[in-house]
């Protein structure tokens, strides 16, 4: 069975960094897209950044230049490192996969419906 195992949530003040990491667990698939979505109460579960096979990343525009997602196959690790962090990235991060994909990463690597595997969320609180 595969899954997903978020970290690195915490409080920090705005301006502060993060960095998220999502372990793959059970993984079988060569090829798959990940993607970092976030939630806050009552809102909808928006993408954050997405990597696919190839390494190609997309990003939603109020993260661009402060966020990078990255992986280390070697180890089945996704991360997620967040610089300059403002009160409006707080939420639950998730890490998601869509999987299995040979898609090249587009707006649609955003959409939360397009994700089939989920991780348990950690939590981000920036304070300001």
């Known amino acids: 069975q595969v899954q997903l195992e978020e970290s690195g949530g915490a409080s920090v003040q705005a301006g502060g960094s993060l960095t998220l990491s999502c372990a793959e667990i059970g993984f079988i698939y060569s090829y798959y897209t990940v993607g970092w979505f976030r939630q806050e109460p009552g809102k909808e579960r928006e993408g954050v950044a997405a990597?696919?096979?190839?390494?190609?990343?997309i990003y939603r525009d109020s993260v661009k230049g402060r966020f990078t997602i990255s992986k280390d196959n070697s180890k089945n690790m996704v991360y997620l490192q967040m610089n300059n962090l403002k009160p409006e990235d707080s939420g639950m991060y998730y890490c998601a996969a869509n999987a299995p994909s040979t898609r090249d990463v587009a707006p649609w690597a955003l959409e939360a419906s397009e994700y089939n595997v989920w991780g348990q969320g950690t939590q981000v609180t920036v304070s300001s």
């Open positions: 990597v696919d096979s190839d390494d190609s990343t």
